[in-house]
């Protein structure tokens, strides 16, 4: 059951990608309609590439999926938080766990 | 030192706050670089609002103010993920501790 979600104007919503184990924030993607009903159906994590104009399974080719635990949506109905068990080595394509792994200020 | 980053058509890049304790993602919002630099030299979020086209201090009214342990940036350079010390009773408007309290698919 997919509430009423604010899509931005091209149709879109933002998804943070949180390991549901870790509680590691891994990545940031974009999801449309579609998508969400791709990643409810078969409990893995689906996305719209906005520079390939396509939809994309995570780890479609890495063998990285996404296994979804839980998906929440925040209180403006803009943003999704999607906890996941990250299968293989990570969500990074550089190769790195997580894809936040520069800092611009240390703590 | 900002690093490279890529802001959207509006000059905006999203922002992931995630408690820096708990690791529990809290909310999500837009900076712009004059909010990224208010955030920096202040160590407490600021935003961009896209709603009311104004820089906003997390917590100005409500005193639920974010101190800043940590800004991370992402492989893509387009999305920031800050870590912060929340004060106060949560980050969201509604009272809760977290933006993100209803689930669409329960784990």
Redo the contacts between chains.
């Keep these: ?3 009423e979600l604010k899509f931005d104007e091209k149709g879109l919503i ?1 998804a ?1 990608i ?1 390991d ?1 184990e ?4 891994l ?2 993607a974009y999801m449309d309609k579609t998508a ?1 009903e791709k990643t ?1 159906k078969t409990g893995f994590t689906h996305f719209w590439s906005r520079s390939r104009q396509k939809y994309w399974m995570k780890g479609e080719t890495s063998g990285n999926v996404q296994e ?9 109905e803009d ?3 999607v ?1 996941v068990i990250q299968r293989g080595a990570g969500a ?3 190769g ?1 766990r997580t ?9």
Tied chains: 1, 2.
């Design positions: 059951m997919i509430p933002s943070i949180q549901a870790s509680n590691e924030v990545m940031m969400i409810l979804v635990k839980e998906i929440l949506y925040d209180c403006d943003t999704l938080l906890k990074c394509h550089t790195e894809c936040f792994f520069r800092s611009i200020k240390k703590s």
